[in-house]
């Protein structure tokens, strides 16, 4: 191996650096050592021939995790650009033995659990409560591992700072990045060694001064790749090249004895683990994300690697292109005079090249006429970018994980980076299989998809998801293979520890429906045992509302994916009688806070009855009826709460149970003179508050419109600002057009309501009777969406009125 010094080849890069990687490949074709050495953990030694696979495409990242903890665990992530990734490719295509060097994962990840350990122990001593801190997973990359969480200087911060320069990436892409191939050792003639030279005494400088940086721990690590290279010196000689991240080169060069190395790892803590290769994303590498080692533009970073001439007017060509994907005006004349726009600013700021903020500033000016908002897209989808890594079917992988894989490919839902929207149809055997397995995954907590409203149906056969598929989901399958084996058995297992381990009863209740969604027959007869031994025993009116809506869908559910579900409907017809007896007195005397609180279990209870419809007799008739029968006593029982008195009235109302002028007759009562303004304010609240559609209750009965508007002029102005707050909350909840009309109608006054006036105002939908010609014009289209034919028009007609 010919290299400019003796001793092994010290390679110091910066990780994820698209110059430190064309640096490193020309240092490596130049001295084409025997050996080539990398900072990462020495159990990943035996994956490193999959790197050599076609199915291998990062970026991609080791996964290290502790075998009886799966959520203990760790990523080293490698981008196409970073220099280890390069190492490891020059050896495999030249056949050159590549081996790892950085402390061991079983050390690194155990150090993290004792870590976590003291903290506990310090945060309980100062009486804030014990407990891990998170799950153990970290993400390290290359050089920054997890072996402490200390601050710690940021080298190339600081050497950007003695050079003058407020941005370390800005110094980093003109001393590197844009030097050409001087400086990144690729150029015809350049010394291949000298950038790696160059930073060594830079680094070598800061470790006098600042030592090991504020982490110690850099210590032990450093000592056990010193062994390593020992090693490796010995059985190739001097043909050993080292890729490291420059910080540790001057203490890899440092002259100790292999006895004060060995005491530096003496006793340290040791965990069983397993490792793998994981895709990745150019997202998970920036700092955005969270990750240590990360850099603010993956996305240019790798253009910058990828481009092999030009690479302002590559970069201006994709900005073009995704910006006219968007629908946006950008031509030819937009691109170049962008480019002329970075080459000039470049120079006016003294910089060798245009860099990203130059490109940016650019873009902005041209191409974005000033707007921030493209210029966001174009930071998301390139700057950072969306992409994801593949590693290859040979890759290790816990049993969950093969059987995941399987049935993706066989639903044909493929894992992605980019966040995107699934409507199912669950009529169909596919998109059926889709619900179940993303449902399962959620029981899971492998939360690749959330389930979101469905545009355009409300039908139980309709499900819309949206997904986003996340590296660290590959953490919470290994987590979740404790399980089982096949995602079916693991959601099985899952379910059946939930269902023991709840506390709530609403938690059982919900935890059966989930079991409906993700159809787990194997599981619902335990969650169905606990869930009634719970419902049993349990006597709190609040815990049986709130668990009564989610075993109410369960059954809706069943229906649709044909499961049985006579359990269920024995369960929660046993909930709602139980309700109806306790829910009046359980009404009585609350407070302003826990009203509200209870007329939300109102609406809740309402409206899982209203699902429930008549599922068999029980003992004084239907539940429908047995429900209409406690809400005429909560509406008319002074000890309850004027919210709750009011809402009873309008479910009542509009359920048909109740008569308009019966239900103005008692707003008539409760905004009378005798009754206090604060409990007639809450009244008014339930009755057309909450998200009812009160405000058009309000616009088509003036009626009630006139009885409020009497009440609320005359509110004494000492009770006004106490009733302000309600009435704010009740009416700033309708929307813009209601409460237009609503002020349109109150300020033509009570003479002209329902009068012909009002007809001739040019407010729509007002007048004494009903319309026949407006109600007719609906006719047609009703009859086309109910598939009716045409000679059904007249009786649908005399219907409709």
Same mark, same amino acid.
């Given at each position: 191996?010919?290299?400019?010094?003796?001793?092994?080849?010290?390679?110091? *890069?910066?990780?994820?650096?698209?110059?430190?990687?064309?640096?490193?490949?020309?240092?490596?074709?130049?001295?084409?050592?025997?050996? *080539?050495?990398?900072?990462?953990?020495?159990?990943?030694?035996?994956?490193?021939?999959?790197?050599? &696979?076609?199915?291998?495409?990062?970026?991609?990242?080791?996964?290290?995790?502790?075998?009886?903890?799966? %959520?203990?665990?760790?990523?080293?992530?490698?981008?196409?650009?970073?220099?280890?990734?390069?190492?490891?490719?020059?050896?495999?295509?030249?056949?050159?033995?590549?081996?790892?060097?950085?402390?061991?994962?079983?050390?690194?990840?155990?150090?993290?659990?004792?870590?976590?350990?003291?903290?506990?122990?310090?945060?309980? !001593?100062?009486?804030?409560?014990?407990?891990?801190?998170?799950?153990?997973?970290?993400?390290? %990359?290359?050089?920054?591992?997890?072996?402490?969480?200390?601050?710690?200087?940021?080298?190339?911060?600081?050497?950007?700072?003695?050079? !003058?320069?407020?941005?370390?990436?800005?110094?980093?892409?003109?001393?590197?990045?844009?030097? !050409?191939?001087?400086?990144?050792?690729?150029?015809?003639?350049? +010394?291949?060694?000298?950038?790696?030279?160059?930073?060594?005494?830079?680094?070598?400088?800061?470790?006098?001064?600042?030592?090991? @940086?504020?982490?110690?721990?850099?210590?032990?690590?450093?000592?056990?790749?010193?062994?390593?290279?020992?090693?490796?010196?010995?059985?190739?000689?001097?043909?050993?090249?080292?890729?490291?991240?420059?910080?540790?080169?001057?203490?890899?060069?440092?002259?100790? $004895?292999?006895?004060?190395?060995?005491?530096?790892?003496?006793?340290?803590?040791?965990?069983?683990?397993?490792?793998?290769?994981?895709?990745?994303?150019?997202?998970?590498?920036?700092? *955005?994300?969270?990750?240590?080692?990360?850099?603010?533009?993956?996305?240019?970073?790798?253009?910058?690697?990828?481009?092999?001439?030009?690479?302002?007017?590559?970069?201006?060509?994709?900005?073009?292109?995704?910006? #006219?994907?968007?629908?946006?005006?950008?031509?030819?004349?937009?691109?170049?005079?962008?480019?002329?726009?970075?080459?000039?600013?470049?120079?006016?700021?003294?910089?060798?090249?245009?860099?990203?903020? &130059?490109?940016?500033?650019?873009?902005?000016?041209?191409?974005?006429?000033?707007?921030?908002?493209?210029?966001?897209?174009?930071?998301?989808?390139?700057?950072?970018?969306?992409?994801?890594?593949?590693?290859?079917?040979?890759?290790?992988?816990?049993?969950?994980?093969? +059987?995941?894989?399987?049935?993706?490919?066989?639903?044909?839902?493929?894992?992605?980076?980019?966040?995107?929207?699934?409507?199912?149809?669950?009529?169909?055997?596919?998109?059926?299989?889709?619900?179940?397995?993303?449902?399962?995954?959620?029981?899971?907590?492998?939360?690749?998809?959330?389930?979101?409203?469905?545009?355009?149906?409300?039908?139980?056969?309709?499900?819309?998801?949206?997904?986003?598929?996340?590296?660290?989901?590959?953490?919470?399958?290994?987590?979740?293979?404790?399980? %089982?084996?096949?995602?079916?058995?693991?959601?099985?297992?899952?379910?059946?520890?939930?269902?023991?381990?709840?506390?709530?009863?609403?938690?059982?209740?919900?935890?059966?429906? #989930?079991?409906?969604?993700?159809?787990?027959?194997?599981?619902?007869?335990?969650?169905?045992? =606990?869930?009634?031994?719970?419902?049993?025993?349990?006597?709190?009116?609040?815990?049986?509302?709130?668990?009564?809506?989610?075993?109410?869908?369960?059954?809706?559910?069943?229906?649709?994916?044909?499961?049985?579900?006579?359990?269920?409907?024995?369960?929660?017809?046993?909930?709602?009688?139980?309700?109806?007896?306790?829910?009046?007195?359980?009404?009585?005397?609350?407070?302003?806070?826990?009203?509200?609180?209870?007329?939300?279990?109102?609406?809740?209870?309402?409206?899982?009855? !209203?699902?429930? @419809?008549?599922?068999?007799?029980?003992?004084?008739?239907?539940?429908?009826?047995?429900?209409?029968?406690?809400?005429?006593?909560?509406?008319?029982?002074?000890?309850?709460?004027?919210?709750?008195? @009011?809402?009873?009235?309008?479910?009542?109302?509009?359920?048909?149970?109740?008569?308009?002028?019966?239900?103005?007759?008692?707003?008539?009562?409760?905004?009378?003179?005798? $009754?206090?303004?604060? +409990?007639?304010?809450?009244?008014? &609240?339930?009755?057309?508050?909450?998200?009812?559609?009160?405000?058009?209750?309000?616009?088509?009965?003036?009626?009630?419109?006139?009885?409020?508007?009497?009440?609320? $002029? %005359?509110?004494?102005?000492?009770?006004?600002?106490?009733?302000?707050?309600?009435?704010?909350?009740?009416?700033?909840?309708?929307?813009?057009? =209601?409460? #237009?009309?609503?002020?349109?109608? *109150?300020?033509?006054?009570?003479?002209?309501?329902?009068?012909?006036?009002?007809?001739?105002?040019?407010?729509?939908?007002?007048?004494?009777?009903?319309?026949?010609? #407006?109600?007719?014009?609906?006719?047609?289209?009703?009859?086309?969406?109910?598939?009716?034919?045409?000679?059904?028009?007249?009786?649908?007609?005399?219907?409709?009125?």
């Amino acid at each position: 191996m010919t290299t400019s010094t003796a001793g092994p080849l010290l390679l110091g *890069v910066r990780h994820h650096g698209p110059g430190s990687a064309r640096a490193v490949r020309a240092a490596l074709e130049a001295a084409t050592p025997e050996v *080539v050495l990398i900072e990462g953990p020495p159990e990943a030694d035996a994956l490193i021939p999959l790197a050599a &696979e076609k199915d291998m495409r990062p970026p991609v990242a080791l996964l290290a995790h502790v075998v009886d903890e799966p %959520g203990r665990s760790a990523f080293w992530p490698l981008a196409e650009f970073s220099p280890e990734w390069v190492a490891i490719r020059w050896a495999l295509e030249h056949g050159v033995p590549a081996r790892f060097i950085d402390l061991p994962a079983t050390h690194t990840l155990a150090w993290g659990k004792e870590e976590d350990k003291e903290t506990a122990e310090e945060e309980k !001593g100062e009486g804030e409560g014990g407990g891990e801190k998170g799950n153990g997973e970290k993400e390290v %990359g290359a050089s920054d591992r997890p072996v402490g969480a200390d601050a710690r200087i940021d080298p190339l911060a600081v050497l950007a700072e003695t050079a !003058g320069y407020d941005d370390p990436e800005r110094w980093w892409e003109d001393v590197v990045e844009h030097r !050409g191939g001087a400086g990144s050792g690729t150029g015809t003639g350049a +010394d291949p060694f000298a950038p790696f030279t160059a930073l060594e005494e830079a680094m070598g400088a800061l470790r006098e001064v600042y030592g090991v @940086g504020g982490h110690d721990r850099d210590l032990v690590r450093e000592a056990y790749m010193r062994l390593q290279v020992r090693a490796a010196q010995r059985e190739f000689g001097d043909g050993a090249a080292v890729v490291c991240g420059a910080w540790h080169v001057p203490a890899l060069r440092r002259r100790t $004895t292999v006895a004060a190395d060995r005491a530096l790892l003496k006793g340290l803590p040791k965990a069983k683990v397993d490792m793998t290769w994981v895709p990745w994303t150019h997202r998970r590498l920036s700092r *955005v994300s969270g990750y240590g080692a990360g850099i603010d533009s993956p996305g240019w970073y790798g253009h910058l690697f990828a481009a092999p001439d030009r690479p302002v007017e590559r970069w201006m060509t994709k900005v073009a292109r995704l910006l #006219r994907d968007e629908d946006r005006m950008v031509s030819s004349a937009h691109v170049i005079e962008a480019v002329r726009l970075a080459d000039t600013l470049a120079a006016m700021r003294g910089r060798p090249l245009p860099g990203l903020t &130059e490109a940016t500033d650019a873009v902005r000016a041209v191409m974005c006429e000033g707007s921030d908002v493209p210029l966001g897209l174009v930071h998301d989808r390139l700057v950072v970018g969306d992409v994801l890594g593949e590693v290859p079917q040979a890759a290790p992988a816990v049993p969950l994980q093969r +059987d995941l894989a399987r049935v993706q490919k066989r639903l044909r839902l493929k894992p992605e980076p980019l966040e995107r929207e699934l409507e199912l149809d669950l009529r169909g055997e596919t998109d059926a299989g889709r619900s179940r397995l993303l449902h399962r995954l959620r029981l899971l907590g492998i939360a690749w998809g959330e389930p979101t409203a469905s545009r355009g149906s409300t039908g139980t056969f309709r499900e819309t998801w949206r997904l986003r598929w996340e590296p660290e989901l590959y953490v919470r399958v290994a987590e979740a293979g404790v399980w %089982g084996t096949t995602v079916l058995s693991a959601a099985t297992g899952k379910a059946e520890a939930d269902a023991v381990a709840a506390h709530a009863l609403a938690d059982v209740t919900a935890l059966a429906e #989930r079991c409906l969604l993700a159809e787990l027959p194997d599981a619902l007869p335990v969650v169905m045992r =606990v869930l009634a031994d719970r419902a049993a025993l349990d006597a709190d009116v609040g815990h049986l509302a709130q668990a009564l809506p989610a075993l109410v869908r369960s059954l809706r559910y069943g229906d649709v994916r044909g499961t049985d579900t006579h359990a269920l409907t024995d369960v929660a017809v046993g909930l709602a009688e139980r309700i109806f007896v306790g829910l009046p007195p359980a009404c009585a005397a609350l407070d302003a806070e826990a009203a509200e609180h209870m007329r939300r279990h109102v609406d809740a209870v309402h409206g899982a009855v !209203g699902l429930l @419809g008549e599922p068999g007799a029980v003992s004084s008739g239907g539940i429908r009826e047995r429900w209409h029968a406690v809400l005429r006593v909560l509406s008319g029982r002074d000890t309850v709460p004027g919210v709750i008195r @009011g809402r009873a009235v309008r479910l009542l109302l509009d359920d048909g149970e109740l008569e308009q002028d019966e239900a103005a007759r008692l707003m008539g009562l409760v905004l009378s003179p005798g $009754t206090e303004p604060g +409990d007639a304010a809450a009244w008014v &609240e339930g009755f057309v508050g909450g998200g009812s559609g009160g405000g058009m209750l309000l616009v088509h009965d003036e009626r009630l419109l006139a009885l409020v508007d009497a009440w609320l $002029t %005359g509110v004494p102005a000492e009770a006004f600002t106490d009733v302000l707050p309600l009435l704010r909350r009740t009416f700033s909840a309708y929307e813009a057009g =209601v409460r #237009r009309t609503l002020g349109e109608l *109150v300020r033509r006054g009570p003479g002209a309501r329902g009068s012909a006036e009002a007809a001739a105002s040019g407010i729509p939908g007002f007048a004494p009777d009903l319309d026949p010609e #407006r109600a007719d014009a609906v006719l047609p289209v009703l009859s086309l969406l109910l598939g009716l034919d045409e000679s059904y028009d007249d009786d649908f007609a005399g219907v409709a009125r």
